[in-house]
């Protein structure tokens, strides 16, 4: 409706003549209306993109805990050999 309305407007102002304000008034109303519904999706998209980024990031938090657990675990190992190895050269 808001695309034939500003047509109308458009072929109306060529003319000469000049709208009334109750044509204005209704010309800004539908371009608002326009706006409105645009600006929604953008709410929505960006939900939706801030609801997808918090997903990875939980899966990437999940992970790097993993991986730091068994490194950290690798660590000790070899620290404990290193260890081991130390106190079987002083007992000989």
């Known amino acids: 409706m808001a695309a034939s309305w500003t047509r109308a407007m458009a072929a109306s102002w ?3 003549e000049r709208p ?3 044509e204005r008034v209704a010309y800004l109303e ?3 209306g ?3 519904g ?3 999706e953008l709410r ?3 939900r939706s ?3 997808r980024v918090d997903a990875k990031i939980d899966r990437l938090d999940t992970k790097i805990d993993r991986q730091f ?3 950290i675990g690798i660590q000790m190992t070899v620290f404990l050999e290193v260890i081991g190895t130390l106190l079987r050269g002083y007992g000989r």
């Open 14 to 16: 060529t003319r000469g």
């Open 20 to 22: 009334t304000l109750e």
């Open 49 to 51: 993109l801030d609801q």
């Open 69 to 71: 657990l068994w490194t």
């Open 44 to 46: 929505d998209a960006i």
């Open 30 to 32: 539908a371009k608002f």
């Open 34 to 36: 326009e706006y409105s």
């Open 38 to 40: 645009s600006i929604a």
